[in-house]
C-alpha cells in the first residue's frame, strides 16, 4: 500500500509529539512492506477554503499553494493517515485548513474509498478528552467512503519526552506493522 501520512503540528519535526507518533507508524508500516510518504501541513503554504465556489467541487482552487502537492498525494496513495496534536479537543487548525481544501475535490475523494487512521498526541490524560475528535474523524470517514484502520489516542503525550515514556510510540509502530 502507498501510504500517505499528512502530519499538522506547528512545531519543530524533532520536538512534536504526534510526529514521533507518526515517525513510529511509519517504521512499523514499512517493517510491513508498505511505502509510506508524508507530507507536512504544519508548515505547509495552505490557505483556507474561501467557499468562493470556483472549484465546483471538481475542480481547480482558486488558490495557488502547497495543496496542489496535496492532492495529488492523496489522489495516488491507498491509505491516508491524520496526525494531529489535540488543540482544544479537536484537529489542529493546520490539518483542518487542509481538510476543507478536500472540497474542491470532493467527489473524486468519495470515489478512492480509501483507507484511513488517526494518530493524536495531547497533554491530559482524561479519556474523554478525544472524543470530540474521535467523533469529527469518525464523521469524516463515513461521509468521504474512507475505510477506518484504527487510531492511536496519545492521552499524556504532552511533549516527546513525554510521549517517549507512554508506550503509545510502540502501540503505533506495531499498527503500522499490522497493516
Ligand atoms: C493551542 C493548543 C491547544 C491545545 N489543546 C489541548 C487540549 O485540548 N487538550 C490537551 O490535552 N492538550 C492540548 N494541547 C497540548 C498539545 O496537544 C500537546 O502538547 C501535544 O503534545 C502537542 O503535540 P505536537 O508537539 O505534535 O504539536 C494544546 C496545545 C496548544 C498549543
Keep these: 500500500m502507498n501510504i500517505l501520512m499528512i502530519t499538522s503540528s ?10 514521533l507518533l507518526a515517525e513510529h507508524f511509519a517504521r512499523g508500516a514499512q517493517e510491513a512492506g508498505h511505502t509510506v510518504t508524508f507530507f507536512d501541513a504544519g508548515h505547509a503554504n495552505l490557505h483556507p477554503c474561501l467557499g468562493c465556489g470556483h472549484c465546483g467541487t471538481a475542480g481547480s482552487c482558486i488558490h495557488k499553494d502547497d495543496m496542489a502537492q496535496a492532492r495529488a498525494a492523496i489522489l495516488s496513495c491507498d491509505m491516508l493517515v491524520f496526525v494531529t496534536p489535540l488543540y482544544y479537543f479537536g484537529m489542529a487548525a493546520q490539518l483542518k485548513t487542509l481538510v476543507d481544501r478536500f472540497y474542491a475535490f470532493n467527489e473524486e475523494l468519495m470515489g478512492k474509498k480509501l483507507k484511513a487512521a488517526l494518530l493524536t498526541a495531547a497533554w491530559d490524560s482524561e479519556d474523554w478528552i478525544m472524543q470530540a475528535l474521535v467523533s469529527h474523524y469518525q464523521t469524516i470517514c463515513r461521509y468521504l467512503n474512507f475505510q477506518d484502520m484504527g487510531m492511536i489516542l496519545g492521552l499524556g503525550c504532552g511533549t516527546p519526552a513525554m510521549t517517549a515514556a507512554s508506550g503509545f510510540p510502540e502501540k503505533a509502530c506495531e499498527f503500522g506493522r499490522r497493516l
Excluded at 10 to 19: E, F, G, K, L, Y
Design 10 to 19: 506547528p512545531h519543530p519535526q524533532d520536538a512534536s509529539s504526534s510526529t
